[in-house]
Structure formats: C-alpha cells, structure tokens
C-alpha cells in the first residue's frame, strides 16, 4: 500500500453508513459489508469517526470509554473482523482520537467531580473563578457543579469536559490507550481538535468579549511539547500494518498556513498531516442568524494557495530546518454541509457539477479526502423544522437564539438548511427509496435520521450501473491520480488566480506538467488557456477553448496562456 503522500482517504461516519442489524443506526458489521465497495472505489485510507462506547450527546466524540466499542455500533470482535477484511483489501484504516475533551460519563470525570482532592481531579480543568470564553454549542464554556462549588471547562457540550493536558499522569493514560488501538493493528489516527491541548495557562478573556478568539484556546504554549512528547511515547514506535509511516492528521481547527509547518514540518516529529478550517462553514452561534456569505471562487482559490504555498516551503524555527510538511486535503466531512449544495450547482447540473468539484480535490496537492456520499454527489436535505435535525450545535444554537426570540425562526431554519452539520450526516444513500425498501439500502429499519429523498435519483447501486455516472467519473479519476507521482509530489501554481469563475492550476513533477481547467460556474466560459498536448480525462469529450458550464479538464502536455 502507498505511503499517506500517495494515498486517498475516504471519511466513514459509521453513524449514517451502513447498518447490519435493522436498528436504524449504521454500524461496524455494516462497514464490513461494503468493505469490496471500498476497495473498488480505489481508495487507500479508511478514517472511522469515533466508534467507542458514548452517550453519543455529540454523536460519539464524547467517549465514555476509550477501549470499549459503542454497543450500538457492535462488538470489538466486530472492529477486530472490519480491520482484518479492510488490511485483507489493502485498505489502511485509522481511528478519530478525540483527547481534547471526553463524555461527563467516562469514570475519570465520575472520579474527578467527587471531590477537590480526588486522584482524578486534575485530569479536568475545574476553576472558582471563570473567563468569557463560550462553548461551540453555545452558552459559557464553564458549567458549575455544586457537589464542589467550582466551575469545569467544556468547550464544546457539557458533557464534552476538556481534559487537562497540563496533568502528566493524563497524557501517559492517553499515551497507553493508543497503544492500545495501535497493538490491535490500527494505521494511525485522525486527532479531533488537536490544536486545544495546550491553552493560554492565564485563561483571560475573549478580547472585546467576543467568541471565537481562537488564539487562545489553540495552539497554546506547550503545543508543541505534547505533541513532540505524544510522538516520542507513541507515535515513533510504530508503523502502519505494512511498514509504511505512520497516518496521523491533526484537525487544525485554530491553525494558520504560517503555522502548519510546525505541526507537520518533517523535522518537527509531531504529526504527518494536518487539514485547515479556512474553508470551513463558519458556525459560530451568531451565524445562525447571520450567515457569513459563502466563499467566491476566487477566495477559495486564495486559500489553497496560500496553503499549497506554506506546505511547499521548509520553515525554520529556532535554527531547525524542517522541511515542508503536508496535509489532507478535503472538501467535505461531518462538520461541513455537502460540498455539491455549497459549491454546486446540483438542480441544473448534477453530474457536471459534482465531477467538477472532484476533479479539483483529485488533482490537488495534498492527501485527498473524500467524505461518504461525496462519490455519488449526495446533496443537502431539505430539512422544514427544528425537529428535523439531530445536531447539538444546531439544538443548542436553537434554544439560545429563537427560544426567546420567535421571530427569528425562519431567518433562523433557512440558514441552518444551508449551513448545519447534519447536511453531511443523513444516510448515505445505497438504493433507491421504494415502498417494499424505505430504507434506500441504509438500514431496513428507521433510520436515526432522515433519508435525503433524492435518495430515489441519487444512490450507488444506479451509479454503479452506469459508466457515465458521477461514481464512474471519481473511480477514474481516483485510478488517474494513484498512477501518477506528479499529481502526489508536483507543485501546485494556481494559473489564473483572479479569475472569477474558472479554475486553472498546474502541478509539476520533474519534466511532467498536469494542468486542472474547471469552469466553477453554471455559465459557459471562454477560458483564456490555450491548452494543447492530450485530453487525459474530462467530463466532456472534445478538445475547444470555451468551457462549458461546469466542464472540468485534466490535461497533460505544454500550455500557453
Ligand atoms: O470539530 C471541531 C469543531 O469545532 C468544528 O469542526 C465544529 O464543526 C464547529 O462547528 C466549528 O464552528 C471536531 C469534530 O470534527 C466535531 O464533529 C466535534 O463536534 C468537535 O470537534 C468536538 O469533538
């Protein structure tokens, strides 16, 4: 299997992917049952969300035990069975790490609340006195708790506490219980909020009072030394199941370009890769009913560059030369709404569109992820009410602004329908919906969340029938990039930065140059790229300057422009 440099990632939210057992929520033995699924999309990399025991009051990333599977999710039999079959296909597959905080049900908070001077206490951060800082679900991100009389952080539920980093004893019992997914064969792991390890030990306030002041609850002062401690303990000591390095990806949830190096900078023996936020939905609570304005092309454009730009650069710090270090590069995940409803246009132009997208992320610098569902062109779901959404985010978000303020419920759902978590998470879509089969091959029971009612026109087993499917085009396009190194180790130039709505970029390795020409708009386009040398793949069959809506062409050969 490739090194994660060559690799593809494929994100599984076990929740909405499969389900054996008819409960209505996808789990492992469902997993195992697409696994030649898996295998013939051609990717290389299985990242499972969190799949231990929670009371799932964040859909899992609140564990209440590390080592134990979530019952509804199976048995550790059952995971067991899913790595052997998934290493049997030569799929690699790594785990979410979720350390910043756990459940208020896992039994070191139990220990911790009892009393000040239990053993536990300091695996938590409780305080008499509080700062501004509010939680990314709303409300302070300090919960009283009376059996002690003093205050516990969580930044994100209440029942997600944020583990003290700064307490050695804690990060040796995390140290341990990697290993112990590591021993079992595991080839690394996602790290969720990694950034939020080490915070501002002075815990002030917000400036201005505002949230979302980032730079002082990530990348705090000793970063850097717990990861480099966590890569000392752990992470140097083992490889994936074939010998290659270790798969490790920081969620850079707080972390700029400038900084990146310093997390995945190849002299710096943190982490292997880290993915950034700057594309990200912003979903503070405010933009609920404030929605930021979506991304122009050309600011997407700006972002990968500036990042492609500080990941082809060695840094240095303090006099050590680190050379560049790299990342995953995504469109969708769990935490985004579906990439074809953002950037899209999948009403008029479904396939073009969803191909158009894939082509970008497929032929970009970086480690490609690609989110479950993404590969048939999944959209957002039309949602109608409160109710039909499962997210805390949104729930929380809810209760705080409408709950006191009616009047701002339909400014509240409409934007929730462009925005929320939950976009991503309805069930990916197996089969068409029918009478005899409501649950579009996810589940034959009722699904833990609405089925996207598109499911009838969108859904893999039609895909898989058709050549000219937006499936077909990923499975091409996949096979494309696994055979060539420039499109794993070439340079990125983006070619035609301000133009408003046609991507054009190059990358080069040695004599061979790839060049990405997108139309990112539903209008066609004259694109001023004279493009010579041999259509390698394309969404439309013939060679001409115009581009139409939404045509995407990955060409090899010389170009002028
Ligand atoms: O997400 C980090 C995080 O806070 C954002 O991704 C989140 O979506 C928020 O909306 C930003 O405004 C990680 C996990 O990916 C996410 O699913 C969890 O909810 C969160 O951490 C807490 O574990």
Redesign the pocket.
């Known amino acids: 299997m490739p090194d994660y440099k060559e690799s593809i990632i494929y994100q599984i939210y076990p929740r909405s992917f499969a389900d054996a057992d008819g409960d209505g929520v996808g789990d492992l033995r469902g997993i195992i049952g697409k696994l030649d699924y898996l295998a013939d999309l051609g990717i290389d990399i299985l990242w499972l969300?969190p799949i231990f025991q929670s009371p799932n009051a964040?859909?899992g990333?609140?564990i209440a035990d590390y080592e134990a599977i979530m019952p509804q999710f199976g048995t550790m039999a059952d995971f067991e069975e899913l790595l052997v079959g998934a290493h049997q296909r030569g799929l690699n597959l790594i785990l979410?790490l979720?350390v910043?905080?756990s459940s208020d049900e896992h039994r070191w908070f139990q220990e911790s609340r009892r009393s000040k001077d239990n053993p536990y206490r300091d695996y938590y951060i409780w305080r008499k006195e509080i700062n501004n800082w509010q939680s990314?679900?709303s409300g302070p991100a300090w919960k009283w708790d009376e059996q002690t009389g003093e205050y516990y952080l969580h930044?994100?539920?209440e029942k997600?506490p944020d583990l003290n980093w700064e307490n050695p004893r804690l990060r040796q019992e995390i140290y341990q219980m990697m290993r112990f997914w590591l021993d079992k064969g595991v080839d690394g792991f996602r790290m969720?909020?990694i950034p939020f390890l080490s915070k501002d030990p002075n815990f002030p306030d917000y400036p201005e009072g505002r949230f979302g002041d980032l730079t002082i609850h990530a990348n705090g002062p000793r970063i850097h030394e717990f990861l480099q401690e966590m890569y000392r303990e752990v992470l140097a000591h083992y490889t994936t199941h074939d010998g290659n390095r270790l798969i490790t990806i920081g969620?850079g949830?707080g972390v700029s370009a400038d900084e990146a190096n310093l997390y995945v900078g190849d002299n710096r023996h943190e982490l292997g890769m880290i993915y950034h936020?700057d594309h990200?939905?912003?979903?503070?609570e405010y933009?609920f009913i404030d929605p930021a304005p979506e991304f122009t092309l050309p600011q997407l454009k700006a972002i990968f560059s500036k990042w492609n730009t500080a990941l082809q650069t060695p840094v240095s710090e303090h006099g050590t030369d680190s050379g560049a270090g790299w990342q995953n590069v995504y469109f969708g995940?769990?935490?985004?709404p579906r990439v074809l409803s953002r950037f899209g246009d999948p009403d008029r132009f479904h396939y073009q569109s969803a191909t158009a997208l894939a082509t970008v992320l497929l032929t970009q610098r970086g480690t490609p992820g690609i989110y479950q569902g993404d590969e048939i062109g999944m959209t957002n779901c039309p949602f109608t009410n409160i109710d039909d959404y499962d997210d805390?985010?949104v729930r929380n978000a809810w209760q705080a602004l409408v709950a006191p303020n009616p009047s701002l419920a339909d400014t509240f759902l409409t934007t929730a329908n462009r925005i929320a978590?939950d976009h991503a998470r309805t069930p990916m879509q197996w089969t068409g919906d029918s009478p005899d089969r409501p649950g579009a091959g996810f589940t034959t029971g009722t699904p833990w969340l609405t089925i996207n009612p598109n499911t009838t026109a969108i859904n893999v087993a039609a895909q898989q029938a058709d050549n000219q499917s937006v499936l077909a085009y990923y499975k091409r396009l996949i096979h494309l990039r696994k055979q060539t190194s420039a499109l794993h180790h070439g340079t990125y130039r983006d070619l035609l930065p301000d133009h408003p709505t046609v991507w054009a970029f190059e990358r080069v390795l040695d004599k061979v140059r790839f060049i990405t020409v997108v139309n990112f708009s539903s209008e066609n386009v004259l694109v001023p790229v004279g493009v010579t040398g041999n259509l390698v793949l394309g969404n439309y069959g013939d060679e001409h300057s115009e581009l139409r809506a939404w045509e995407a062409r990955v060409l090899v050969g010389e170009y002028s422009l």
């Open positions: 969300s964040d859909n990333y609140d979410d979720v910043n905080h990314f679900f930044l994100f539920a997600q969720d909020v969620e949830f936020f990200a939905v912003p979903r503070e933009r995940n769990h935490d985004n805390i985010q978590r």
